[in-house]
């Protein structure tokens, strides 16, 4: 395994327990950890000259890579469709779920790819994907096969739909699986692809879709099986919850309970389980989120677009919920770009009219740190000695930084215009240099999956 030493960086920023910021920052790789941090002035001699490649980080920020707990890849062939482009979340749904039902093997392959590639170039190390209608051969194994060829760490959601039209759900019946071949490949994923070890670039998740699409007893089948692998395995349970008022009116109408109480009737509570948006939580269940330790994946431009409200980050947090950020469906968002998510998260909690709502510095933490939690990983999320070398770095004598980066590097990171990186490290190796993508034609992929998304379309418009 290689060695990678990082030095000069203008700031550092470790996301250690001081959170510490360090000027003219420093830190050596070993394979897939990190050996070595400190001021470049106390860099041991022998520790750069004994790596393999030296970056000279000046005028660079360097942090810990990012962390994305949801996510829909395919959505990306499905961005701003005319029809959806100013509807709420059932009606886009309903608008969508047809065009979805023709996704194949090879579209699924490429807006992963896609998908995956956004995020690495906004700072993203590890993500998460919510991928939850498995028509025409499609597989989760497509996913873990297009992510191999990127590099990201990928926790892989065995999503699922079985609550159909004609049993009161709101999606089309051909879109919906039974629930024993759900529970089949559930298993059969989790037996094939997850690895609970440390460092670990892939991970299974089980994932019913949302308490409109599926039934109480898949909810509880699923989470039955996850918890069934023992604690050893560390198989987590997601899914969305409280994201509009329409799905609270539903789980009152339908369950008897709001979201959050049906999701701690349905034991999908505790700290192998994380929930998307929680827009709609009240005060009540956000106690039970922080006494069982339960996560959000908190999607702020996903939840203005589909006018779904601004989630109480500021109430979660001081509870103690764990927080992390997603960039939600890239048909709800419409980008996959994280360092924006960050941005976003820190204007939103701020619109209500408190500037102290949340700070850049809180933004990031919830990014790296938040998203860590969120996921069950005590492995990324910080620049520390035997932690994982994920490892990003921003440059900040750019023209969108100018007059902001000399007074708080930090803050202008967050508070600037956001930008792509200049250096990605996932595992202990280079992803992006310089800007430029290792070992990827980004030309040819932004070809090959437009290819897909007309061809999505057209296969949709012939069914009707």
Known sequence: MSTICIEHADLLVTMDGARRELRDGALVTDGPAIAWVGATADLPPELRDGAD???????????????NTHHHFYQTLTRVIPAAQDAVLFDWLKTLYPIWAELTPDDVFASTQLALTELLLSGCTTSSDHHYLWPNGTRLDDQFAAAD??????HGARGSMSLGESQGGLPPDRVTEDEATILRDSRRVVETFHDPARFAMRRVVLAPCSPFSVTPDLMRESA??????????????HTHLAETKDEEEFCLARFGYRPGDYAEHLAWTGDDVWHAHCVHLNQAEIDVFARTHTGVAHCPNSNMRLASGIAPVRAMRDAGVPVGLGVDGSASNDGSHLLNEVRQCLLLQRVLGNPHAMTAREALEIATLGGAAVLGRDDIGALVPGMAADIVAFRLDTLWHAGGAVHDPLAALVFCQPQPVAWAIVNGVPRVRDGRLVGLDLVELVERHNRAAVGLASRAGMRG
């Open 53 to 67: 490649e030296v970056i000279d980080a000046r005028h660079c920020i360097v942090l810990p890579g990012f962390v």
């Open 149 to 154: 060829t990127i590099g990201v760490r990928f």
């Open 224 to 237: 039955a099986l996850a918890r069934s692998f023992g604690p050893a395995m560390n198989v987590h349970l």
